[in-house]
């Protein structure tokens, strides 16, 4: 079992391994995560076109030889036997692969899963543990500044007014900027938490927590930690982010669904029920996954999203110009033997 887990999990510092590869070599985490799901999908798109076509392949098949399906039905009514095994020659002398075909769809989609729950998990552990290294290091930063003010003789107290306090506020500012450069993104302060109206900072308590403080440790910890913040906010408001990913990942989902059921749907295919709810369920659960992923998450679905829907969309619109020109690239005509039953027969 735990063989199976360490498997499915990939070696979860793997995806943190490779987007710490991408963001040494770009401005910041925001960016390197745009950047690495692009390049994640273009090498899972030869698996996702398979899958696409596969899906798609299936469809026409189906659509072609259902006239004969009903026929079948319909000859050898009440007879379960006769039905599959008719069905079975249709589909054979149509050399239609119908488990081959469910097999190309199921590992696209099999890998597909495994992706986003191992990233997930990687980014959310990942986050969590960078939130306290970074107040970790920003805390580090207060110390040290206090043991240069009182032990530092070289130090030119005149540059910040002989007072001790604006010292300690320009060195935590200082290793505040350095953070700032690789965690933030936009208008996103600190892209391990949410674009919510959340606190960029680790909330003290998680973080004496992760510590390991005792009672006294906690306590003078506490009174860094609040002048570091305090520090840092300047009386301004202490906001991570403004729903601006959160409202993005819910339209793109919306618009992936209403792409997929309305304009890339069969020409004549009506929006039935499951339609309908998947248009409304998928876009309502995005909100609660969203809402309790880190920002950095959040963009990965958002690109992915997006890369996806642009490959549908090209793939749609080049099989439908094939079927238009008499070239179906998806189900060729020769392949096509209609067999015919009689609608008429009777027992």
């Avoid at 001790?164 to 350095?178: L, R």
């Avoid at 506490?222 to 601006?244: A, E, P």
């Avoid at 909100?287 to 880190?294: G, Q, Y």
């Avoid at 439908?320 to 015919?340: C, M, Q, S, T």
Wanted: hydrophobic share 40%; net charge positive; aromatic share 10%.
């Amino acid at each position: 079992m735990e063989m199976l887990t360490n498997t499915m999990l990939l070696k979860a510092d793997m995806w943190t391994t490779i987007i710490d590869f991408f963001a040494n070599g770009i401005i910041n985490y925001g960016w390197a995560i745009v950047v690495f799901t692009i390049c994640l999908k273009l090498v899972l798109s030869p698996l996702d076109i398979i899958q696409r076509v596969a899906s798609s392949k299936q469809q026409r098949a189906m659509s072609v030889m259902q006239p004969e399906i009903e026929a079948i039905n319909q000859k050898y009514q009440g007879n379960k036997e006769k039905i599959n095994q008719e069905t079975a020659n249709l589909y054979k002398k149509n050399k239609v692969n119908i488990g081959g075909m469910c097999l190309s769809m199921l590992i696209p989609l099999i890998l597909t899963v495994v992706v986003f729950f191992t990233l997930y998990g990687s980014l959310r552990n990942y986050g969590n543990e960078k939130i306290n290294t970074t107040y970790k290091q920003l805390d580090a930063a207060y110390v040290q500044a206090v043991d240069d003010w009182e032990h530092n003789t070289e130090l030119d107290k005149s540059l910040f007014d002989n007072d001790q306090n604006v010292y300690i506020k320009a060195q935590i500012e200082k290793e505040y900027e350095s953070y700032q450069k690789k965690n933030s993104w936009l208008w996103v302060k600190n892209v391990w938490k949410s674009d919510t109206n959340t606190s960029q900072f680790v909330d003290f308590e998680t973080y004496a927590k992760h510590q390991g403080f005792d009672e006294t440790e906690k306590e003078q910890a506490k009174v860094r930690y609040d002048f570091i913040t305090s520090s840092l906010l300047d009386g301004k408001k202490d906001v991570n982010g403004y729903y601006i990913l959160i409202i993005l990942a819910v339209a793109v989902s919306f618009l992936t669904q209403f792409l997929s059921a309305k304009i890339l749907a069969p020409k004549g295919q009506k929006l039935n029920t499951m339609n309908k709810v998947m248009m409304a369920i998928i876009p309502l659960s995005m909100i609660a996954f969203v809402l309790t992923s880190n920002a950095v998450f959040t963009l990965y679905i958002i690109t992915n999203s997006i890369i996806s829907s642009i490959i549908t969309t090209i793939l749609t619109l080049i099989f439908r110009n094939k079927a238009k020109k008499g070239n179906d690239i998806l189900l060729p005509k020769k392949n096509i033997e209609v067999v015919e039953y009689s609608r008429n027969y009777k027992k």
